[in-house]
C-alpha cells in the first residue's frame, strides 16, 4: 500500500510566517451498540425499535409498538446479557479495534479514530461534540457492518449527519458504504475459518455454515443489498479457502418478531447437518467482533441444538476482531476514501467507486 502525501495545513498569521500542522484525520466506527448493564436493556431495545430503519410505522405508532416490544423482550434479551456477566461486551471490542486501527494509519497524517453506536452510549450526539472538539480537517466515516444494510449502515449514517449537524462539526466527510469482499476482511476470516475446518475434520467431512444476522424479507424485496452482500462475502471466503469439494451454505440468524425473515434460518440447517451426521463449522459472516449473536446465539443456543439433533461435532469460528490483515484492510479502505472527493459521497468497499445514487448493490446511504 502506498504511503499518502500528507499534506500541510497552513494558517495565515497577521504578524509572522505560516504555521504548518499534519492533517488531521478523525475516522468514526460505527455500530450498533449493547447494553452495557442489565437495566439498560429496556431502554437499549427501545431505542432499537423506535428507530424507523428497524420498525416501518409512522411515529407515534412505532413509538407505542417500540414499548411494547421492549417490554416484551426485555425478560428473554437480560437472559442473554447475563450470560455475558451482566452486559455486552461490543463496546470494549469496537474499542480495541479502534485502537489497532489507529495505529495502522500512522502514515495518514494525525489520525483519531472515534467510536459511535446507534442504540446505546457512546451515542452519535456526544460522539460527534467529541470529533468537533478535536478540530479536525477531515472525517471518515465507516460502519463496522461489511455488507450494507438499510437497518444498520444507513441507519447510522443518517444518524451521525444528524448529528454532526446539530454539534456543528462542518469538516468535510466522506462514508464508506460497504465492503463485502474487501481482501484483508476476507483473508481474515478464511483463515480463522481453516483452523475451525481443520479441527472439525477429525470428526468427519464438515459442512462449512455461513451464519448471517437475518432481517425481514420485506426490507430485503424493497431493495435492501444485505443479502446479496452476505452471499458475495461467502463466496469470497469459499474462494480464498481453495478446498476441493468445500461443502458450504449461507444461512441467517437472529429472528425477532412474527414477520417472515430471509432465510434458510440457521436452525434449519443445523437440523439438515444433524440428519446428513455431519460436523459444523459456523462462522458468523456479517460480524467483525464478539457480543450476543455470537457468545450467546451461536456458542449457546446452536451448539445445544447442534448436539441435540445429532450432529457429530460443532466449532464456532470466531469473528476476525483484531486479526491483522482485518485491520489492514480497514485501513485501507480508509486511506482510499481519502483520495476521493469530499462532499457525503458513499464509496463502495469493492473497487472504492463513487457510487451514483440509487444504483441497486452499491447504495446511496447518506
Ligand atoms: C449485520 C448486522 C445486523 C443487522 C442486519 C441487524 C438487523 C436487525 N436486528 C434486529 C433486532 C435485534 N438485534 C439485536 C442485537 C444485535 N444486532 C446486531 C446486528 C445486526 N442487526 C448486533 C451486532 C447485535 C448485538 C448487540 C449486542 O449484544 O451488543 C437485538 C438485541 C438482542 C436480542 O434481543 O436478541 C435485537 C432485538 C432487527 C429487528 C433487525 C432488522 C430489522
Ligand atoms: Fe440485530
Ligand atoms: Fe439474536
Redesign the pocket.
Known amino acids: 500500500m502506498s504511503l499518502l502525501p500528507l499534506p500541510e495545513i497552513t494558517s495565515d498569521s497577521a504578524e509572522g510566517p505560516k504555521v504548518a500542522r499534519a492533517r488531521r484525520v478523525a475516522v468514526v466506527l460505527f ?4 447494553p452495557d448493564r442489565l437495566e439498560a436493556v429496556r431502554p437499549f ?1 427501545y431505542n ?1 425499535f423506535r428507530d424507523p430503519a ?1 420498525i416501518r410505522l409512522p411515529a407515534p405508532l412505532r413509538q407505542l409498538v417500540a414499548h411494547l416490544i421492549s417490554s416484551r ?1 426485555d425478560k ?2 437480560q437472559g ?1 446479557y447475563q450470560t455475558l456477566g451482566g452486559g ?1 461486551p ?1 463496546l470494549p471490542n469496537t474499542l480495541a479495534q479502534a485502537q489497532a486501527l489507529e495505529q495502522q494509519l500512522w502514515d495518514a497524517g494525525t489520525v483519531r479514530v472515534f467510536v459511535s453506536m446507534r442504540y446505546w452510549h457512546p451515542f452519535s450526539d456526544a460522539v460527534a461534540h467529541d470529533v468537533k472538539d478535536w478540530e479536525p480537517d477531515e472525517v471518515v466515516l465507516l460502519p463496522l ?1 461489511p ?1 450494507f ?1 438499510t ?2 449502515t444507513a441507519s447510522s449514517l443518517k444518524d451521525w449527519h444528524r448529528a454532526a449537524k446539530v454539534a456543528g462539526l462542518t469538516a468535510p466527510s466522506r462514508a464508506i458504504c460497504c465492503y463485502p469482499d474487501e481482501p484483508g476482511f476476507i483473508a481474515a476470516a478464511a483463515g480463522l475459518i481453516r483452523q475451525g475446518l481443520e479441527e472439525a475434520s477429525r470428526h468427519g467431512k464438515p459442512r462449512l455454515l455461513f451464519s ?2 437475518g ?2 424479507e420485506k ?1 430485503v424485496a424493497a431493495g435492501d443489498p ?1 443479502q446479496v452482500q452476505c452471499e458475495r462475502t461467502a463466496q469470497a471466503v469459499v474462494k480464498a479457502l481453495r478446498i476441493a469439494d468445500l461443502d458450504w451454505v449461507s444461512c441467517y440468524q ?1 429472528r ?2 412474527p414477520m417472515k425473515w430471509i432465510g434458510p434460518s440457521t436452525d434449519e440447517e443445523i437440523h439438515r447437518a444433524g440428519a446428513d451426521k455431519v460436523p459444523v463449522v459456523i462462522v458468523p459472516i ?2 467483525v467482533s464478539e ?3 455470537t457468545l450467546v446465539e451461536i456458542e449457546h443456543e446452536y451448539r445445544h441444538l447442534a448436539g441435540e439433533v445429532g450432529v457429530p461435532h460443532f466449532v464456532r469460528v470466531p469473528t476476525v476482531g483484531v486479526e491483522p490483515s482485518f485491520i489492514q484492510g480497514l485501513a485501507g479502505l480508509v486511506r482510499q476514501a481519502l483520495t476521493r472527493p469530499t462532499g457525503g459521497a458513499v464509496l463502495c468497499g469493492t473497487g472504492l467507486r463513487i457510487c451514483p445514487a440509487g444504483k441497486a448493490g452499491c447504495p446511496q446511504a447518506a
Open positions: 455500530n450498533l451498540g449493547g431495545l432499537l428497524i423482550r428473554v434479551a442473554i455486552s461490543l457492518y455488507q444494510s437497518t444498520t448471517a444476522h432481517l425481514p426490507v444485505y437472529s425477532v418478531g456479517a460480524f457480543h450476543s449473536e
